[in-house]
DNA sequence: TGTACATCAGTGAACGCGCGTTCACTGATGTAC
DNA sequence: TGTACATCAGTGAACGCGCGTTCACTGATGTAC
């Protein structure tokens, strides 16, 4: 089972997603195709494994960054938490796309991937929690309200619903970003794409009040 | 030809384009698979003949909605190719994975469909062009600098460089939010996606100053 | 200690599918003298 | 006006490929009495 995962990952970074196949896996790992439906129920089972597999590995990335980094200092974490999330996908490219990039078709992401995703966005928003925002004109609509409350009481975050929204806001377009880095929609416009990042990251942190 | 192209348009918006196969086009437009050939030289030929077919259609949406909202108002205008920009975006989610989503694995997209990308782009930068940023205490590395004066260069916007990268920025931002939504990263905490995107459309509008 | 049985990882063949691409060809239409 | 030839859209068969999934099976290992 572990070989199986080991080299399904493998496959998943060299060749991304779309060209995974259960019987290449159990090639290589040196099993008959049909063996493998004694680890895995399908393919897509072996997907939302890798699914999850990834969101664990990020959100252990920038983790991990996070507690190095022993700061008390808002903007120093953001900054810190967006790097490591931009070298992890830098390195991790297919796994990336296949996390936020197009959704597999024919695909339905099951429940067991939402916990895992949801602790990166925990600790990119963990961040901010103590910006302090001047003052917000911001006037939401009830929806939203509640949407962003219930973020804020789901993750424990000390934030008002303001707050909330303007968090993630940064957050979509941390990923717009890079994606548009990733997937090829900088290149021939930007050359430096380590300092644009960076400043973008900084300018983000101001909206967002840190 | 237009019977080829229609029917593989169709078969984007339908299936996606992981799904499109020559062999599916020929069948459902009354051709035997090898007659396509005399059309478009390979799968790969028609995937570029499709985007920027795809750009073109998105760049034209836009441009047409810019053009009836008659208004000088910069606000109202980014408002504007924002929301023309996620409707179309929500009509033809395929399409916009194919153009804005993971690369297609082994593609690798010709220099055609740079002019049709560009449009969208000048589009949007066009209604931030008469932002009057009150300050920018934005220090930019000399790289960042000349890609942005490049950037305003070649789209003939009158923009100093500072300004042109947090019009980037906010761009980017755009597509972070759209690709949250409609590749479902937003299901479960974003109830109400309408009013959301407005939300951060404005919020947006006033970072770049309008 | 030895036999009978159950468990279980892995095998091998098969089903049925669809794909991109090539190639020699037919047969209708258009053109030149 | 009529014949000879060229052009060109489309055919049909084939190559070679890989895929997911099912199913009856073997053979080694572990367990119970």
Same mark, same amino acid.
């Given at each position: 089972?572990?070989?199986?995962?080991?080299?399904?990952?493998?496959?998943?970074?060299?060749?991304?997603?779309?060209?995974?196949? !259960? *019987?290449?896996?159990?090639?290589?790992?040196?099993? &008959?195709?049909?063996?493998?439906?004694?680890? &895995?129920?399908? *393919?897509?089972?072996?997907?939302?494994? !890798?699914?999850?597999?990834?969101?664990?590995?990020?959100?252990?990335? %920038?983790?991990?960054?996070?507690?190095?980094?022993?700061?008390?200092?808002?903007?120093?974490?953001?900054?810190?938490?967006? *790097?490591? !999330?931009?070298?992890?996908?830098?390195?991790?490219?297919?796994?990336?796309?296949?996390?936020?990039?197009? $959704?597999? #078709?024919?695909?339905?992401? #099951?429940?067991?991937?939402?916990? #895992?995703?949801?602790?990166?966005?925990?600790?990119?928003?963990?961040?901010?929690?103590?910006?302090?925002?001047?003052?917000? $004109?911001?006037?939401? #609509?009830?929806? %939203?309200?509640?949407?962003?409350?219930?973020?804020?009481?789901?993750?424990?975050?000390? @934030?008002?619903? $303001?707050?909330? &929204?303007?968090?993630?806001?940064?957050?979509?377009?941390?990923?717009?970003?890079?994606?548009?880095?990733?997937?090829?929609?900088?290149?021939? &416009?930007?050359?430096?794409?380590?300092?644009?990042?960076?400043?973008?990251?900084?300018? @983000?942190?101001?909206? %967002?009040?840190?």
């Amino acid at each position: 089972m572990q070989d199986i995962l080991e080299e399904a990952r493998r496959q998943l970074a060299r060749d991304g997603a779309a060209a995974l196949s !259960l *019987r290449s896996v159990a090639r290589e790992v040196g099993l &008959v195709s049909s063996a493998v439906y004694r680890y &895995v129920a399908s *393919r897509d089972e072996l997907l939302t494994l !890798l699914i999850i597999d990834a969101y664990s590995a990020l959100a252990d990335h %920038v983790t991990t960054a996070l507690a190095d980094v022993r700061t008390r200092d808002g903007r120093t974490q953001w900054r810190t938490a967006c *790097r490591s !999330l931009r070298a992890w996908a830098r390195a991790h490219q297919h796994e990336y796309a296949l996390l936020y990039g197009s $959704p597999v #078709p024919g695909y339905a992401a #099951p429940q067991d991937t939402i916990a #895992p995703a949801t602790r990166l966005y925990a600790a990119l928003l963990s961040t901010v929690a103590d910006a302090h925002l001047a003052h917000h $004109p911001m006037r939401l #609509p009830r929806s %939203v309200r509640s949407d962003a409350e219930l973020v804020a009481a789901t993750l424990e975050l000390e @934030l008002a619903a $303001p707050e909330v &929204v303007t968090a993630l806001g940064a957050i979509a377009s941390l990923f717009g970003l890079l994606s548009f880095e990733l997937f090829g929609h900088t290149t021939g &416009v930007i050359s430096d794409n380590d300092a644009y990042f960076l400043l973008q990251v900084d300018a @983000l942190a101001t909206t %967002v009040g840190l």
